[in-house]
Every structure is written in structure tokens, then in C-alpha cells.
């Protein structure tokens, strides 16, 4: 059973920083892409960025938030500056098990359970 765990979340204010971690848990294989997505209330599930080895990003977070993995850890971060009330959401991550770059919850087969990010202004 793979788990993956979000944590990091919390209330900011707006152009501060958070950094978010997802820890994989379960197995020993190693994934392939590692994903961000968040979701606010009443919108859909949306892509934030996307890492196999060098990240990509969303158009509306490139700039201000950084992914990066540590493999040996099965971890994964998410470097949140500049942030601003429209990325007030539930963080989720999500892991592959192939590799690729993937904007689509539909490209993932693993998810967290999410936490919460609240950007006051």
C-alpha cells in the first residue's frame, strides 16, 4: 500500500512563503513523475506543477514556486513564494508510476490527502 503525505500547509499572509513536503511511504520503488495539483473550494482540481527531473509549471505559479525531489527520501517539495489569495487551496500530490510530463489528475496513480493553504490579503 503507497501513501503519499502532504504536509507544510497554513495560513500567510499575502506575499509570504510556504514550503509544502509530500512523503511516500509503503513501497520501495522509486516513481517516476511527481505532481502538485491544488483545489479551491467550488473549482476544479487544477495542475500547479510537475516534477520527473526538472520540474515544469503552471503558467500562474511559474516564477514564484519552485518543486523539487529528493529520491532517496521519496520526497517532495513545494516552495511557495510570493503568494497571493488567489493560491488559497487544498495542495495536493501525486505520484506516477511511469514518467512523463503530466498535467492531467488522470496521468496519476496515487494522491494525498491534501492540505490546506490560506493566503489572507
Known amino acids: 500500500q503507497v501513501q503519499l503525505v502532504e504536509s507544510g500547509g497554513g495560513l500567510v499572509q499575502a506575499g509570504g512563503s510556504l514550503r509544502l513536503s509530500c512523503a511516500a511511504s509503503?513501497?520501495?520503488?522509486?516513481?517516476?513523475?511527481m505532481g502538485w495539483f491544488r483545489q479551491a473550494p467550488g473549482k476544479e482540481r487544477e495542475f500547479v506543477g510537475t516534477i520527473t527531473r526538472s520540474p515544469y509549471y503552471a503558467d500562474s505559479v511559474k516564477g514564484r514556486f519552485t518543486i523539487s525531489r529528493d529520491n532517496a527520501k521519496n520526497t517532495v517539495y513545494l516552495e511557495m513564494n510570493s503568494l497571493k489569495p488567489e493560491d488559497t487551496a487544498v495542495y495536493y500530490c501525486?505520484?506516477?508510476?511511469?514518467?512523463?510530463?503530466?498535467?492531467?489528475?488522470?496521468?496519476?496513480?496515487?494522491w494525498g490527502q491534501g492540505t490546506q493553504v490560506t493566503v489572507s490579503s
Open positions: 501525486a505520484a506516477a508510476l511511469s514518467s512523463g510530463f503530466y498535467s492531467q489528475t488522470t496521468d496519476y496513480d496515487y
Open positions: 509503503g513501497r520501495t520503488f522509486r516513481f517516476g513523475t
